[in-house]
């Protein structure tokens, strides 16, 4: 729901936590895993890389190729994601 003004619509932040949600098992089971730090007013998208995903040298590719890819075909306000420590 809309945090604003309860329209029913779901907000932003509920979109891209969703998808984040259905990212996490891929990541899961290749022994890393993702957390959706928060998203700014000009929808950014702030995530930490856990586990295997932290420091390996795929993880910015699969930052932007998968995480950012499938964000901004779900949720096509999202602007940018970017990984925070």
Known sequence: MCDTCGCGQKSFET?????????????????????????????????RLQGACRGCPGARMTLKMGVERLLKQRVPEVKEVVAVE
């Open 15 to 47: 979109k891209v936590s969703e998808v984040i949600d259905s990212i996490r098992p891929m990541l899961q089971n290749d022994g890393g895993d993702i957390e959706l730090v928060g998203v700014d007013a000009d929808h950014k998208v702030r995530v």
